[in-house]
């Protein structure tokens, strides 16, 4: 299970007995722990960085664009960097171009759910698969 976009670390110990495997964050907050903080500067990124995140969310991906990648693996060659918020089966192979260690897609993969039943997410995540190998 992935939980996204968490607020606080009240809901980061919900999700972990709920059996979260994996935590994603809209911030970068010291509050909360083991988890993949969004970033969107270079300040957060570094700050998270030394939070000890493994992978960072870079958040919202479509207003930063795909060069901020390469601007903080210039310098930071290490950080894990996963683009979220404007990921599309059209531009995913960008970003994984760009140097994104994954990608982080939500709203893409859930589109189609009111049209065509929750099957449609496995089918555009087989997509997504395919639009970035």
Known sequence: M????????????????????FLVSLHCSEEIAAYAPGCATVTEVVKATKMGAMIIKLFPSEA????????????LPNVNLMPSGGVSIDNVREWEKAGACAIGIGGALTEKVSEEGYQSI???????VEAAN
């Not at 992935?2 to 495997?21: F, I, N, R």
């Not at 930063?64 to 310098?75: E, T, Y």
């Open 2 to 21: 992935v939980v996204k976009d968490l607020a606080c670390s009240c809901t980061a110990g919900q999700t972990d007995k709920a059996g979260a495997k």
């Open 64 to 75: 930063i664009g795909k060069n901020f990648i390469k601007a903080v693996h210039d310098p």
């Open 122 to 128: 496995s089918r555009l995540a087989r997509v997504f």
